[in-house]
């Protein structure tokens, strides 16, 4: 992984979660925030870093992706949720503000669906695992790895300083195929959760839903099979961003920002909430 993808103030430690060694990044101080990444993490987390202006931000890194272990019997959503709230009660985290990116969208869905009383508030951006009729053409599984950054963003430019010059790099190409092992393991035989739509309605804390308007990894039409199931549910687009739309738009990085420091502790002591 670059270096740059996770800069100062980003402090690295390894958690022991029933075995396996879990990397978490954490960055800032007060009332904690759990990012959950995507299904790679090659990008790093700098766009993240504004967000711990505010909060104690923890990334942690999901089992058999990039640096953390792997248990080939993790192969469900349960599992992870199991994972995480060990890891959870590890880092003695009890009350969270949750936000969740394509996969990590997912999990977070169903942990929060599990675990409502710890999540305080939700934001769920470009998640995957909800069947629609929109999707990108072509089997991701069987898409080269040296073609798949190109598919998400609008402007190339955004990802490009995180991509090896050499686009047949052996190390980085070996990481992805590793990291689509593991989405294989959860989605080869179907690559959408079945039963979690039926339990959105769980979802009663705050949630915000975000999507760039250019994804073509999950076209921003999948939106409304979370409109139409979570109840207490913001949305909002961003123009020129793709599915990697935290990367490609500030504008997006901010709105997360301010949703979640709505019934902060410091909002509350500044008279910013109303």
Same mark, same amino acid.
């Given at each position: 992984? *670059?270096?740059?993808?996770? &800069?100062? *103030?980003?402090?690295?430690? #390894? +958690?022991?979660?029933?075995?396996?060694? #879990? #990397?978490?990044? %954490?960055?800032?101080?007060?009332? *904690?925030?759990?990012?959950?990444?995507?299904?790679?993490?090659?990008?790093?987390? %700098?766009?993240?870093?504004?967000?711990? /202006?505010?909060?104690?931000?923890?990334?942690?890194?999901?089992?058999?992706?990039?640096? =953390?272990?792997? /248990?080939? @019997?993790?192969?469900? @959503?349960?599992?992870? +949720?199991?994972?995480?709230?060990?890891?959870?009660?590890? !880092?003695? !985290?009890?009350?969270?503000?949750? +936000?969740?990116? %394509?996969?990590?969208?997912?999990? =977070?869905?169903?942990?929060? +669906?599990?675990?409502?009383?710890?999540?305080?508030?939700?934001? !769920?951006?470009?998640p995957a695992g909800l069947r629609g009729k929109e999707m990108p053409k072509g089997d991701l599984f069987l898409l080269p790895p040296e073609q798949l950054p190109s598919l998400l963003v609008s402007n190339f430019d955004t990802i490009k300083p995180y991509l090896p010059d050499n686009p047949k790099d052996l190390d980085f190409i070996g990481a992805r195929y590793r990291e689509g092992g593991t989405l294989a393991r959860l989605w080869w035989e179907k690559p959408y959760?079945?039963?979690?739509?039926?339990?959105?309605?769980?979802?009663?804390? &705050? #949630?915000?839903?975000?999507?760039?308007?250019?994804?073509?990894? !999950?076209?921003?039409?999948? @939106?409304?099979?979370?409109?139409?199931?979570? *109840?207490?549910?913001?949305?909002?687009?961003?123009?020129?961003?793709?599915?990697?739309?935290?990367?490609? %738009?500030?504008?997006?990085?901010? @709105?997360?920002?301010?949703?979640?420091?709505?019934?902060?502790?410091?909002?509350?002591?500044?008279?910013?909430?109303?």
């Open positions: 992984m *670059p270096a740059q993808s996770f &800069p100062a *103030p980003y402090k690295r430690e #390894t +958690v022991n979660v029933n075995g396996l060694k #879990t #990397t978490v990044y %954490s960055a800032g101080r007060g009332e *904690p925030l759990v990012f959950f990444h995507g299904a790679g993490i090659w990008h790093g987390a %700098s766009f993240a870093l504004p967000w711990a /202006d505010k909060f104690r931000l923890i990334f942690p890194i999901h089992p058999g992706l990039d640096e =953390a272990d792997d /248990d080939p @019997a993790m192969n469900s @959503a349960h599992d992870y +949720v199991i994972h995480y709230l060990d890891l959870f009660d590890a !880092l003695g !985290l009890e009350k969270i503000r949750l +936000v969740g990116f %394509s996969l990590g969208g997912w999990l =977070a869905a169903n942990l929060a +669906v599990h675990q409502g009383h710890r999540v305080e508030r939700l934001v !769920l951006v470009g959760d079945t039963k979690l739509p039926r339990y959105l309605h769980r979802l009663t804390m &705050p #949630t915000l839903l975000i999507w760039g308007e250019d994804d073509k990894i !999950l076209p921003m039409q999948n @939106a409304e099979l979370w409109r139409q199931a979570i *109840p207490k549910l913001q949305f909002q687009t961003f123009k020129r961003a793709g599915h990697m739309v935290l990367d490609e %738009s500030r504008d997006a990085v901010n @709105a997360v920002q301010k949703f979640l420091s709505q019934g902060s502790a410091l909002s509350r002591h500044t008279g910013n909430v109303r």
